[in-house]
């Protein structure tokens, strides 16, 4: 399984971004895509997940709740993360991962995804 996450870049406070994470194997079928990201000094941070099973579960980090949608086109083996309402604070690296399970309860926990995406930077400006 191979990740490519991709989309990020510079905007500015209160833009919008859309990340992509393109998978490639099983993970597409029945497992899970989550998104984290990574300020330098501080720990890696889960942001959402969709489970990849047919209808998709999708759950978010509170502090991305009504701002950031995941969702998925199984089309293009793709997980998208639309970014809206931008806050400097929300400035990092963020990575996709892939994890085979689909019990949305774990899809938080690092530990539980085996493959993971080279990040993408995405700098919010104030």
């Known amino acids: 399984v191979q990740l490519q996450a991709s989309g990020g870049g510079l905007v500015q406070a209160g833009g919008s971004l859309r990340l992509s994470c393109a998978a490639s194997?099983?993970?597409?079928?029945?497992?899970?895509i989550g998104w984290y990201r990574q300020v330098p000094g501080k720990q890696r941070e889960w942001v959402a997940a969709i489970t990849t099973t047919t209808g998709g579960v999708t759950k978010y980090a509170d502090f991305v709740q009504g701002r950031f949608t995941i969702s998925k086109d199984y089309a293009k083996n793709t997980v998208y993360l639309q970014m809206n309402s931008l806050k400097p604070e929300d400035t990092a690296v963020y990575y996709c991962?892939?994890?085979?399970?689909?019990?949305?309860?774990?899809?938080?926990?690092?530990?539980?995804?085996?493959?993971w995406g080279q990040g993408t930077q995405v700098t919010v400006s104030s």
């Open positions: 991962a892939g994890g085979n399970f689909t019990l949305l309860a774990l899809c938080s926990e690092s530990i539980f995804y085996d493959y």
């Open positions: 194997g099983s993970i597409f079928v029945a497992g899970a």
